[in-house]
Nanobody, 115 residues
Framework: QVQLVESGGDLGQAGGSLKLSCTAS????????MGWFRQAPGKQRELVAT???????NYADSVKGRFTISRDNAKNTVYLQMNTLKPEDTAVYYC?????????WGQGTQVTVSS
């Protein structure tokens, strides 16, 4: 059974940086597409970034040039480096794993950006 555990959520300042981590249990991590999603209060969950098993990345327009997704298959971990934070980045950030028909979500980590 695959489980995802996120960490790194915190209170940050506008213009600052935070780095999120998500570590997966099990043996399918290196074969999976990993993603970060976020959900702000009163809004739908939205895609932030994804990285495929071959490390091809994709970003939402709102974070392009500011956020970087990366993965370390040896550590079963995916990262989200968030730079030049904006108050509108405030949300619960969720890690996501996709392997075939299997989709797994983490429990979420809160990021709050003050102006």
């Amino acid at each position: 059974q695959v489980q995802l555990v996120e960490s790194g959520g915190d209170l940050g300042q506008a213009g600052g940086s935070l780095k999120l981590s998500c570590t997966a249990s099990g043996s399918v991590f290196s074969l999976s597409t990993m993603g970060w999603f976020r959900q702000a209060p009163g809004k739908q969950r939205e895609l932030v970034a994804t990285i495929t098993r071959s490390s091809t990345t994709n970003y939402a327009d709102s974070v392009k040039g500011r956020f970087t997704i990366s993965r370390d298959n040896a550590k079963n971990t995916v990262y989200l480096q968030m730079n030049t934070l904006k108050p509108e980045d405030t949300a619960v950030y969720y890690c996501n794993l996709r392997f075939g028909a299997k989709i797994v979500w983490g429990q979420g980590t809160q990021v709050t950006v003050s102006s």
